[in-house]
T-cell receptor
Framework: GPKVLQIPSHQIIDMGQMVTLNCDPV?????FYWYKQILGQQMEFLVN????????KSKLFKDQFSVERPDGSYFTLKIQPTALEDSAVYFC?????????????FGSGTRLTVL | GEKVEQHESTLSVREGDSAVINCTYT??????FPWYKQEAGKSLHFVID?????DRKQSQRLTVLLDKKAKRFSLHITATQPEDSAIYFC???????????FGLGTRVSVFP
C-alpha cells in the first residue's frame, strides 16, 4: 500500500544546532502533518500543512520550528536552534483530503536525540 | 485542550477470546474517534473509526462503541488471532483527521 518514508530514522545532534527532518509523503497527497512523541508519552499534534501554508499548529510548534515542502520535494520539519526538550520521535503523516483517518498515512518516525 | 486517556496499557488475550480497549476523552466538541494499530517495527496503520452521529460501528471482527454522555469509546476485537498482536492507539478530534489527540497506546498480546 501507500507508504510515507521518513529520513533519517535516527538523528543525534548537539543542543543549539539546526536539524532538518525529512518526509517523503504519498505521491498524490496534499495534506501533510507532523506529530511529536516524547518517550513514554502520547503522540501529540504539531502542525498540518496544505498548499504551501501552515493550516493549523499546536502550542508545541514553537517559534524555532518551521515546515516547508519546496517544489513537491520532501516535506521537512526544521528546528533551529534545537533544545534538549526537542528529543522525541517525530512522525510525519500525509492524506489526500481533509477526510477521515482512513486517508491518513503515517511514516515510521525519526528518533531525534538532542545532547 | 483535548485529553485522551487509554485505560489499559497492556492486554494479554488467549487466541479466540475477545479483547476490549477503553478510552475516555475530555472535550465535548470532539466528534471523530479513529483507532490505529502499530505492529512491531512498522508505522501506525488506520483500523477503524467512529463519528459522533452514531454509537456503534462494526467492521469484520472489530467493533467500536461510543458513549457521548460518558465521553467514552472502546474497541472490541472478537475471535482474536496472533496477527492482532500490536499496540493500539485511540484518538479524538473535533475535525476529522486534523489535529488528532492520541491515547498512550495499549499493547495487545494474543497467546495460543
Amino acid at each position: 500500500g501507500p507508504k510515507v518514508l521518513q529520513i533519517p530514522s535516527h538523528q543525534i545532534i548537539d543542543m543549539g544546532q539546526m536539524v532538518t527532518l525529512n518526509c517523503d509523503p504519498v505521491s498524490n497527497h496534499l495534506y501533510f502533518y507532523w506529530y511529536k512523541q516524547i518517550l513514554g508519552q502520547q503522540m501529540e499534534f504539531l502542525v498540518n500543512f496544505y498548499n504551501g501554508k501552515v493550516m493549523e499548529k499546536s502550542k508545541l510548534f514553537k517559534d524555532q520550528f518551521s515546515v516547508e515542502r519546496p517544489d513537491g520535494s520532501y516535506f521537512t520539519l526544521k528546528i533551529q536552534p534545537t533544545a534538549l526538550e526537542d528529543s522525541a520521535v517525530y512522525f510525519c503523516a500525509s492524506s489526500s483530503d481533509r477526510g477521515g483517518a482512513e486517508t491518513l498515512y503515517f511514516g515510521s518516525g525519526t528518533r531525534l536525540t538532542v545532547l | 485542550g483535548e485529553k485522551v486517556e487509554q485505560h489499559e496499557s497492556t492486554l494479554s488475550v488467549r487466541e479466540g477470546d475477545s479483547a476490549v480497549i477503553n478510552c475516555t476523552y475530555t472535550d465535548t466538541a470532539s466528534s471523530y474517534f479513529p483507532w490505529y494499530k502499530q505492529e512491531a517495527g512498522k508505522s501506525l496503520h488506520f483500523v477503524i473509526d467512529i463519528r459522533s452521529n452514531v454509537d456503534r460501528k462494526q467492521s469484520q471482527r472489530l467493533t467500536v462503541l461510543l458513549d457521548k454522555k460518558a465521553k467514552r469509546f472502546s474497541l472490541h476485537i472478537t475471535a482474536t488471532q496472533p496477527e492482532d498482536s500490536a499496540i493500539y492507539f485511540c484518538a479524538a478530534s473535533n475535525n476529522y483527521a486534523q489535529g488528532l489527540t492520541f491515547g498512550l497506546g495499549t499493547r495487545v498480546s494474543v497467546f495460543p
